[in-house]
Structure formats: C-alpha cells, structure tokens
C-alpha cells in the first residue's frame, strides 16, 4: 500500500499498568523513560516517520486532556519527528476495564479513514513494523505482523497471544492455544468499516473482550484474515519492570539498535521551546 491519505494510526493506551505497582497511579508504563524520550513517544514517532499523519490515542480518563496531550507532543519531538507533520488525537476510555477490545471499538468509531495501523501502547520494535506492514499488504480485512519463532527471540510465550497460519491465512488466535506456529507482535493493519461492524457486533455481546476476540470474531464471519511474519525484528512487549529494564538493556544511547530504526542524527533535533509544541 503506497497512499498514507487513506490510513489513520490507532494507538491502545487504556491499560492500568497494574504489574509496576506505580505509586501514582495515574502514572502509566508507556511513560517510561526510554532514551530521549519513551515508550509512546516512539511508537508515535514511527508510525508517523511511516507517513502516518493522522493518529489517534485511545486512553483511561484523564484529568487534564489539554495536558496530556501537550506531554505527549513533547515527547514525540524529542524522538526528532516534526510536529509540524502530526495531528493528534485522545479518545478517553471511562470503562478500561472492559479490555483493549473495547478500546478499540471506540477508537474505530472515531476513524474515517478507509484503514488503519493499529498498536498495542506497550510494544517497541528495532525496525519501523508500520512502514513494513503497510508495504506486505494486500487485500485482506485484517493484517496481523507475526513472529514465527525462527529465532531465539525476547518475547515471553506463556503472556504472548498465540496464532496457528497456513500460506499467510491466520486459522486461529488466542492466549491459551497449545496449537500454534507463531506469536502476535501487536500491529495490525485493518480496513475500518469491516472491523468497524464486527466490534459492535462483539460489544453489544461481551462486557469484557480483547483485540484476539474482534479477530477470533471476524475469523468466524469469513473475513479475510491474515498474517505477515516479521522473523529478523527485535520486539518486546512491556509488561512488567523486568521487560523494562530488558527494553533500556537493548536499545539505549550506545547501542546499534534504536527504536522503530529511529537514529537520532537522522532527524530534527530536539527544541524545548518549539513553537509548535507550545502551541498546543
């Protein structure tokens, strides 16, 4: 897929951070510290060097929306991204409990882009998974990157969602398959209308439901799902302190490995007093 025109960015952000144990409890993982800036700010940062102008954050409630956003613009600029290229927007979540599924169902309802990449808050990636997947596509109604497991990886198998594919067709996807030949990375590419029915379709059926059961779901409406394997990609999912000190161990100032294949001295540096930051 070349056209960035027709593709927003959906970001899942709505979790409790519960395994850090914050003393503030409004404190959320993806805050963390990671380099210059953190973990949202990079995943922000490399859907939009993806061409991904329009990108929307789906989050619990906050108190301030104005600031927050502000704190988030800032830290996308201090991933070298000009804000001058991004439009950002905060859906609040008042019900997170209800998982990422129904994140999802209301980020969707505030898309009208004929598709999106959708990312899990919590995920970094050593290559830009966005732009690679948006280059594998092809005609399906959800995209799913997957690890095959051909390599030793920094992924955990008991906590990741499992998937069984055959000749890029995902057969089944769940936490608790015994079956499976691959691993979901948490980046999806998704065309919004199809999806859009079937997670009002799950939410009117479900109180609590995750990503995995909107898939499970459109497996079962005949939907065209597949997957595209991303085996050479270092990728962590941020679940607890320990995934955390993993993540800065990887990729911090002296490594070769840098987030999204972000490289500092590629992009525009970092000024505190951006315009464009304090005019938000």
């Known amino acids: 897929m070349n056209s960035t025109n027709k593709l927003e960015g959906l970001i899942l952000a709505a979790g409790f951070s519960s395994r850090f144990n914050f ?63 991004l439009e950002l927007d905060i859906i609040e979540n008042k019900i997170p409990e209800r998982e990422n599924g129904y994140s999802l169902f209301l980020g969707l309802n505030a898309i009208s882009s004929e598709y999106i990449i959708l990312s899990m808050a919590d995920h970094i990636f050593s290559k830009n998974i966005f732009s690679k997947i948006m280059k594998n596509y092809k005609e399906k109604d959800i995209l799913l990157a997957t690890d095959p497991m051909y390599n030793k990886g920094y992924y955990d198998k008991d906590d990741a969602t499992k998937v069984y594919g055959e000749k890029t067709h995902i057969m089944k996807i769940g936490k608790n398959l015994t079956n499976y030949n691959r691993l979901d990375m948490g980046v999806f590419m998704l065309k919004t209308k199809k999806i859009k029915k079937i997670c009002k379709e799950v939410e009117s059926n479900f109180h609590k439901f995750g990503v995995s059961d909107i898939v499970s779901s459109a497996l079962n409406s005949d939907l065209n799902i597949g997957y595209s394997d991303f085996p050479n990609t270092i990728w962590l999912d941020i679940d607890d302190r320990k995934k955390y000190r993993q993540l800065k161990r990887l990729f911090n100032k002296t490594s070769n490995l840098h987030p999204f294949g972000l490289i500092p001295t590629e992009y525009i540096a970092f000024n505190t007093k951006s315009t464009e930051v304090n005019n938000y």
């Not at 953190?38 to 108190?63: H, P």
């Open 23 to 85: 003393k503030d409890r409004r404190f959320n993982k993806y805050f963390l510290k990671l380099n210059n800036s953190n973990i949202l700010g990079y995943i922000i940062a490399g859907m939009n060097k993806a061409g991904i102008k329009k990108i929307k954050i789906v989050t619990s409630k906050i108190f301030n929306k104005s600031k927050y956003k502000k704190r988030i613009l800032k830290s996308v600029a201090r991933s070298w991204i000009d804000l001058k290229n």
